[in-house]
């Protein structure tokens, strides 16, 4: 492990800092979490046409 | 701490708990969104890709052989699935002969941590942030990017050049 100096301190600390999550990963999130309480992950999980997504 | 809650609950996910999947996921959503926003540059792809991961490691943590190793397991589907999304996308590009350039959101741009990496050369910049966010060590980062340790190495420290350079001009702008 390398030292860090004052700048890679300051680096590492903004890096660090918790950002705002954006509504639409925690709704993706909620989502998997459904499919998983409802045993229906691996149905999610069929290819994705590059198209519809 | 944070390492036996994660132990406790990789645990009991394991033996099929769900509510204790959903709680060890939650714990990785800051990391798995900065890294997937970073790689793929907007909110809506990198809630594909955390959402497929979360998926991928529901039907996969019992083939995990080390516990402490999950970290580092997870990181590595994550990347695999924005890999995935780039692909995709670029197949869509091709077809609809849209510009190569990729799309960056104004919401990312405006983020702090985001805006301390990005000046950073692209292929340095997953290297940095695996080692200074996460502390990720440089054999961790090589199992995570499936790199060589020694380009690892190399990419960190031209990485930490880089960070040298940006608060040199920070301090020559007055903006430190």
């Known amino acids: 492990m390398m030292t860090f100096n004052d700048n890679e301190k300051d680096f590492q600390e903004k890096l660090q800092k918790d950002t705002e999550i954006p509504v639409i990963v925690h709704e993706r999130i909620n989502q998997a979490y459904r499919y998983i309480e409802n045993n229906t992950a691996v149905q999610k999980k069929a290819p994705k046409d590059p198209y519809t997504g | 701490m944070e390492k036996m809650m994660n132990e406790f609950l990789i645990r009991k996910a394991k033996k099929g708990d769900k ?18 926003v970073s790689y793929l540059k907007n909110d809506e792809d990198a809630a594909d890709a955390i959402q497929d991961t979360i ?19 997870m990181i590595r589907i994550l990347i695999n699935k924005c890999k995935d999304i780039l692909q995709r996308k670029k197949q869509v590009t091709y077809t609809d002969q849209m510009p190569e350039t990729p799309f960056y959101e104004e919401e990312y741009a405006a983020k702090e941590w985001a805006q301390v990496l990005e000046p950073l050369d692209n ?13 990720f060590n440089i054999r961790e980062i090589s199992d995570i990017l499936d790199m060589k340790e020694s380009t690892v190495k190399s990419r960190l420290q031209r990485g930490r050049k880089q960070i040298a350079q940006m608060y040199e001009y920070k301090v020559r702008e007055g903006r430190a």
């Not at chain 2, 998926?55 to 397991?73: A, I, V």
């Open chain 2, 19 to 36: 509510d204790a999947f959903c709680r060890l996921m939650d714990e990785q959503v800051q990391c798995m969104y900065k890294v997937a």
């Open chain 2, 55 to 73: 998926l991928s490691c529901y039907e996969n943590l019992k083939s995990l052989k080390q516990n402490k190793y999950f970290k580092t397991w």
């Open chain 2, 123 to 135: 292929k340095y910049r997953l290297v940095i942030l695996l080692y200074y966010m996460e502390g």
